[in-house]
């Protein structure tokens, strides 16, 4: 292995050290004032996904309001969607597609705040049925970005994927390739 090679390798293994030490961080507003808004919003996304996992899409929509311009770039990866294409029907299926969803746990790695703004890193732990697929362990790693529009907080970005245990580099490269 060459020299340069063997050093970007070192300074990739001391900055995953390095995160691995932050990860321990519960949760860190960088602002006090934000902190009520913070900690509202780590449980709300607890809560409406847990009923998620159990399929109940009523307690869901009930505790999450998306934006307008809402994505979600899915854990099975494709095209990113929009808010508008959550029709009832859609949410409905979303419903129908988890069922059984045991113990919900979340883990915050990380939150940013401003004054209308909020970003959650965090790791989901569950136990579920997806998609007509036995139950079995569905962590996630998650990016959820709240936006304040009036008084209502509402989500405008969810992103999530499945390497929670991470992978290889010649995995990842197969995945980019297309090769599954």
Not at 17 to 38: F, W
Not at 51 to 57: F, N, S, V
Not at 90 to 99: Q, S, V
């Amino acid at each position: 292995m060459s020299t340069s090679r063997r050093n970007i390798l070192a300074a990739a293994d001391a900055g995953l050290a390095a995160l691995k030490i932050a990860s321990g961080t519960a949760y860190a507003a960088p602002n006090p004032d934000h902190e009520p808004d913070v900690a509202a919003l780590i449980k709300r996304s607890a809560d409406s996904n847990a009923a998620l996992m159990r399929g109940d899409i009523d307690t869901y929509r009930t505790l999450i309001a998306y934006t307008n311009d809402f994505t979600l770039m899915s854990p099975f990866g494709g095209t990113p969607s929009r808010g508008s294409e959550y029709t009832p029907e859609r949410m409905e299926a979303m419903g129908r597609f988890f069922k059984n969803g045991g113990v919900f746990k979340q883990e915050v790695v990380q939150s940013y705040a401003s004054a209308d703004m909020v970003v959650l890193a965090i790791i989901e732990r569950q136990n579920v049925e997806v998609g007509g697929l036995p139950a079995q362990e569905w962590p996630l790693r998650v990016t959820l970005v709240y936006r304040r529009e009036g008084s209502e907080w509402r989500l405008a970005h969810r992103h999530a994927d499945p390497l929670v245990r991470g992978i290889s580099l010649e995995q990842a490269a197969a995945l980019a390739r297309g090769d599954t």
